[in-house]
């Protein structure tokens, strides 16, 4: 998810986060599980561009997770 840096916070607090990056005000996060309906519509009330990542992101996030762990 993309957005300013305070919703983006808000949204993932309790979230596995996988990745964060921030440029000036925007931050993006890309977060590990399932986001219902509920959690999405959350995400656009704050004003998130809340969308999936491609299968070969996530497994890269994955590894590389893995990797920092060991």
């Known amino acids: 998810m993309t957005g300013p840096v305070e ?15 921030q440029l000036g005000h925007t931050k993006s996060a890309v977060v590990y599980g399932w ?6 519509r959350r995400g656009r009330d704050e004003q998130l561009d809340v969308r999936p990542i491609a299968l070969q992101d996530l497994f890269t996030h994955l590894t590389q997770r893995s990797q920092d762990t060991e």
């Open 7 to 21: 919703a983006v916070d808000r949204f993932v607090a309790g979230l596995t986060v996988l990745d964060q990056r």
């Open 35 to 40: 986001l219902d309906a509920t959690a999405r």
